[in-house]
């Protein structure tokens, strides 16, 4: 028997936290959190973390679970996921990952193999200089010519993974992308149902665009004055997030801190956009239009309820 798997993912700011709650609470579930951001401690306003008041009691790992200064990456979340969906079936629920990054939520899914990949430190170095010379643009370019269908997916400011796809093709000669294909094609061993939440676009830009003055309300600039103060630097993977590395040069005197809000919300809007990419090219989605369902909550969950049944993820 395939061991229950619920997904609720979708673009950044599309409303997955107050709906996760009520999933859990209609599911048995306990929440793993699918998000690269807030599984930093002291990264709260800028990560959209969730409140402790908002989990409702409702479990919630992967959270608060490293300090700045640690890297974390898909191979991390992986660990950790798998142990936390071990206790979380021991208690006799189900685990329900929640979060946006579509390359951990594949990978946990599909359990995409990522131990067997040799390095090459020298090639590593001499690209990591590279782009801290040039930019991050160069490396994109190299994999264009490499592995286009890599370089389509990965954004140039993803200095990690464009060097993790380099790397790839420098040492196998095959292209990174066809090896993530063929590891997409396996089957899941789990019994799951993927929700994508999603919302009409112009309505999830604004929401962005609103989420971000609050942000900046809430303080954003001191929390990330606050990181500084605490030895994260640019270059560290942390303070590759959304809001974090814009702040962080408009506190170094870099920007003004109107172009930094203008860049956090136009690059924001872009993030949103690639995700919706990345889960249309995924195997066996459900998609949840909230428009269709009136903005209404209760209609959304009384719908994932009735395919959670049906998928025999939940008792009928």
Request: aromatic letters at 10%.
């Amino acid at each position: 028997m395939k061991k229950p798997l619920i997904i609720l993912t979708g673009p950044t700011a599309v409303g997955k936290t107050e709906l996760s709650i009520r999933l859990a609470r209609m599911a048995h579930g306990s929440i793993i959190s699918a998000d690269s951001m807030q599984v930093y401690r002291h990264m709260d306003i800028g990560s959209a973390k969730i409140k402790k008041e908002e989990m409702q009691e409702i479990p919630h790992y992967l959270i608060d679970e490293l300090e700045p200064t640690e890297e974390f990456h898909v191979v991390r979340f992986q660990e950790f996921a798998r142990k936390y969906m071990a206790e979380i079936y021991a208690q006799g629920r189900i685990p329900i990952i929640v979060g946006g990054t579509g390359f951990y939520i594949q990978a946990l899914l599909y359990e995409i193999d990522f131990t067997e990949e040799q390095e090459d430190r020298k090639y590593r170095q001499f690209l990591e200089q590279l782009a801290k010379e040039q930019g991050g643009h160069v490396l994109h370019e190299m994999l264009q010519k490499k592995d286009p269908e890599a370089a389509e997916k990965i954004h140039e400011n993803n200095i990690k993974r464009m060097i993790r796809a380099l790397e790839y093709h420098h040492l196998s000669g095959q292209k990174i992308s066809s090896h993530n294909e063929m590891e997409r094609q396996k089957e899941s061993p789990y019994n799951f149902a993927y929700f994508v939440l999603n919302d009409d676009r112009q309505k999830l830009y604004q929401r962005i665009n609103e989420r971000v003055d609050l942000m900046l309300e809430e303080g954003l600039a001191e929390e990330v004055k606050a990181l500084q103060n605490l030895g994260c630097e640019q270059h560290m993977v942390s303070m590759q997030g959304l809001g974090y590395k814009e702040i962080l040069s408009y506190l170094q005197g870099e920007i003004s801190l109107a172009d930094a809000v203008y860049r956090i919300k136009r690059d924001t809007r872009h993030f949103a956009k690639r995700q919706l990419t990345w889960f249309r090219r995924e195997r066996e989605v459900i998609w949840v239009d909230k428009q269709e369902f009136a903005y209404d909550n209760q209609r959304i969950l009384d719908y994932m309820q009735e395919v959670l049944m049906q998928k025999g993820i939940l008792p009928s």
